[in-house]
Each structure stands twice: as C-alpha cells, then as structure tokens.
C-alpha cells in the first residue's frame, strides 16, 4: 500500500520542474519566486537553501508547502530528510554523497518519496534498485550552478530513460533553447534552476520553457 501511494506520487513528478534554490535567489523571497514559478505552470518545486540553519527555512518550507498543494504540484526538499518530514513535503532529494536511501527512507513518512542524482547509467539503476522513486540524471549541458557536477549529457538520459521504470528527470544548463532536445531524449521532467530563478520575471520564464519543452515532446 504505501509503495503504490508513492508511486501515485512519483507519476506527478513531470513537467517543468524548479528548484527555488536561496543562494541563486540572491535575496528575493522564496515565496514570492514560488509563487511565480507555480503561476509559470511548474509541476515539481524543489526547495535547496544551504545559506540558513534548518529553524529558519522551515516556515518558509511550510508556506511553500501550502503554495504547492493550492497549485497542485509538488514540494520536494533538497538534501535534509528531517526537514522534509517536518514541512510534511512530498519527498525529498539526494545527491550522491548525501544520506543512503535505506537511511533516508527510515526517517521519511511512508508516503513521502526519495529521487537521487546520478551522471551514469549504473548509478540510476543502483539507484532504483535502493528505492527511488525518480531518478535525475545530468549535468546534461555544463552548468555553472552547482559545483562538483559530472558530465552524463544526452546518451546517458537517453539509456536510462530506457531502462528505468520510475520517472526520469534531466538537469544541468538546460534552458530555452536546449530543453526541446531533453524532452525528445525522453526525460518526464526538465529541471532547472537559473533558466527560472535567475530570470528577472520566473513566471514568464516557466511559461516560456514549457512551451519549449512541448516542442520537444510532439518531435
């Protein structure tokens, strides 16, 4: 029963999905850009604030919360599974050197599910055979957002998406222009964040990449 309530879940995860990430925000209420991006037609949020102790990003957590719920999207929370269940998101997100998902899992609610990163093929199916329930794979394109990312690009989207069976999400330097190519390699959801964040108006930007993005998807 819960598995199935995550997979529920995890077939939301398409679309455009943002993260609403503090540190590219660059002061500006991460409310306010939800709210936005959730205008713009975003189907995932994903809250990463590393510039703040976890008491003070958790009220923020909760109002995005709420925010997501009204628009009918999801909240996931980077990094932080105590968070996650604190602000009751929908899930939670892990990089490769974060928790294990064994370990995420025993502290998350049983209906709230756990995506992992990866740049290779092998990594994703390690990842799914662990329990995640979406698997994002990149940097597709090279990015300047986050330090310490790998190279996977096009191929490595394009075979995993082929041999998964829970939902693929792409990220790195994907944009307006590029995000037709991820979508026709297969990806259910792009992941962005600068391409949003970083735009002067993110709720023009979301529209305009999910336009783009459906023209990858009808190639």
């Not at 540190?23 to 189907?43: F, I, P």
């Not at 294990?100 to 740049?119: C, D």
């Amino acid at each position: 029963m819960e598995l199935s309530i995550r997979k529920g879940i995890a077939r939301k995860v398409n679309g455009l999905y943002v993260i609403v990430d503090a540190q590219v925000a660059q002061g500006r209420d991460l409310v306010e850009l939800t709210q936005a991006v959730l205008l713009g037609g975003a189907q995932v949020i994903q809250l990463r604030d590393k510039l703040h102790d976890k008491g003070d990003v958790l009220p923020i957590a909760r109002r995005i919360r709420d925010l997501c719920d009204r628009h009918g999207a999801l909240l996931i929370i980077n990094d932080h599974a105590d968070l996650a269940v604190a602000c009751d998101a929908h899930g939670l997100h892990l990089g490769q050197h974060d928790l294990p998902i064994e370990e995420a899992r025993a502290i998350l609610r049983s209906h709230q599910i756990i995506g992992k990163s990866n740049a290779l093929l092998e990594e994703a199916l390690e990842s799914e055979r662990q329990g995640a329930d979406y698997l994002a794979v990149g940097a597709i394109f090279p990015t300047d957002t986050k330090e310490k990312t790998r190279p996977a690009g096009l191929e490595t989207l394009e075979k995993v998406k082929a041999r998964a069976s829970v939902p693929v999400v792409a990220i790195g330097g994907i944009n307006e222009d590029n995000v037709p190519r991820v979508m026709l390699a297969g990806a259910d959801a792009a992941c962005v964040i600068s391409a949003v964040i970083g735009d002067p108006n993110p709720e023009e930007a979301a529209r305009r990449l999910i336009d783009a993005m459906s023209l990858g998807a009808l190639s």
